[in-house]
């Protein structure tokens, strides 16, 4: 059989130019712990089942993958040569690291929970556009969170009933407007008119308002030349932004959109829906940290990390651990939480939003947990309002004031009736 236990080496110093990756390994009563580790290092890398004969070539070693650590409850880190990998192409790193590894009997569970990205690949990746400063200049905001609300009914409103909700949270006093992430170009809403009457109203808002306002149009497509064209056609129109569904779309289509969006001057907001399909079992799958990652190299310049507190699984420390790693520029290994040390070199910072089950209730816990260098997305809590939309974002930003101004919500509450409405509807009770 395969000497899955010659690609361990407990003994091996990675080289600065590898690339680390953390890993959980579950193993089969029947299966000795040395070989589970190396087949996920074999599988993951250049091996296989069987013994072949090219595996002895020393040119075939010198990208093979080592598990070099291995510590409590089936904790291990591999090192993976720099040059296994095309540095800049994410479908190929990913198709070994999080590829094949996930599947076989010689593991019962898998888990990726972080990357170290070597220099040479992180510089093979464009990074965010604009970063949070970009993003913070567009709106001329240089501290406050960010606030955004996606209508709801998430989809089959019509073009105008979509346009005019987003007519009345401008006004209201959100900054943005964001499709969901099931929001394309369906027969009762299409694409284009959507993003002509939505900008023609926006730009109304700006106006009435003298706040800058903008909309996060999801370019989500059946191809990637019409995700571009639609992208382009956001740009034509005015636009500050494209979204994606940054897994439904895949990797390349998100490197593509960033490749495109540098000439059409877009930030791209990256929405992550299908995540909880592998990110929220402990024991396996592919982490949530590892993903903001992922989409910071490919150049996103806001992602979604979760709230601990609203409607979406999201552990707290989970939450924290990848927005630190997709804002800060230098970070420090965690061991307890396996998280590896990481140099992002010049990539810019991207934007963290906090998104999911959110109410005007839940804002201060929100700040409390999360600082203010966020962007707050609330959908339900700003339409579910008993006096509707505009009355929701009336009172999301005056909760949000409210915080920052130090005050407590009942104070907030005493002059802001839309606030007091919501504080009698919903409390401070966390959906569930
Ligand atoms: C939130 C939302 C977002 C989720 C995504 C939804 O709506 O629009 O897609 O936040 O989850 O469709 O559920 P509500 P995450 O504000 O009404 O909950 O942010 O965890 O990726
Ligand atoms: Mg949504």
């Known amino acids: 059989m395969a000497g899955y236990e010659d690609f361990v080496d407990l003994s091996y110093k990675p080289a600065k130019s590898d690339m680390i990756v953390s890993f959980r390994v579950g193993v089969p009563g029947w299966e000795t712990k040395k070989r589970a580790w190396g087949a996920v290092a074999s599988e993951s890398s250049i091996g296989t089942w069987a ?54 009997k010689a593991v019962s569970s898998l888990r990726l929970q972080d990357v170290k990205w070597p220099a040479k690949i992180v510089k093979a990746f464009p990074g965010p556009q604009f970063g949070i400063k ?50 394309s170009n369906q027969k009762f809403n299409p694409f284009e008119k959507r993003v002509k009457l939505s900008l023609k109203l926006r730009d109304k808002a700006e106006k009435e308002t003298g706040e800058k306002k903008s909309y996060l149009i999801n370019v989500t497509a059946p191809t990637t030349d019409e995700m571009l064209r639609r992208a382009k056609f956001v740009a034509r129109e005015g636009g500050e932004y494209a979204m994606i569904d940054v897994i439904t779309s895949g990797w390349t289509s998100v490197r593509t959109l960033r490749e495109h969006c540098a000439d059409l001057g877009l930030a791209i907001h990256a929405h992550r829906a299908f995540h909880g399909a592998f990110d929220r079992n402990p024991k396996h799958g592919f982490s949530n940290l590892a993903v ?93 309002h008993p006096k509707g939309s505009h009355a929701g974002a009336i009172a999301m930003r005056a909760a949000l004031e409210a915080k920052l101004e130090g005050k ?21 009770t966390r959906p569930r």
């Open 51 to 104: 013994k072949v004969v090219g595996l002895k070539y020393e040119h075939v070693k010198k990208v093979a993958a080592k598990v070099f650590w291995a510590g409590k409850d089936g904790w291990i880190k591999i090192a993976y040569p720099v040059d296994h990998f095309e540095y800049g192409n994410m479908a190929q790193i990913l198709a070994s690291i999080a590829g094949n590894d996930f599947g076989m």
């Open 134 to 183: 970009g993003i913070r200049k567009i709106f001329g905001v240089k501290k406050r969170p960010l606030m955004l609300s996606v209508p709801k009914p998430k989809v089959g409103m019509t073009t105008k009933e979509h346009a005019q909700i987003g007519y009345d949270i401008w006004t209201g006093g959100l900054d943005l407007l964001k499709d969901d992430e099931n929001l």
């Open 292 to 384: 903001g990652e992922v989409v910071r190299l490919l150049g996103v310049d806001q992602y979604h990390i979760g709230t601990h507190i609203g409607k979406m699984v999201s552990p707290k420390h989970e939450v924290l651990d990848v927005q630190e790693h997709i804002t800060q520029q230098k970070v420090r290994e965690n061991p307890v939480e396996h998280c590896l040390a990481e140099d992002w070199l010049d990539t810019k910072p991207v934007f963290p939003v906090a998104s999911g089950g959110l109410q005007p209730g839940l804002i201060p816990q929100i700040i409390d947990l999360l600082g203010t260098e966020i962007m707050l997305q609330l959908g339900g809590g700003v339409h579910g």
């Open 408 to 428: 407590s919500l009942e104070e907030a509450s005493a002059s802001c009736k839309a606030l007091q409405q919501a504080m009698d509807y919903w409390g401070y």
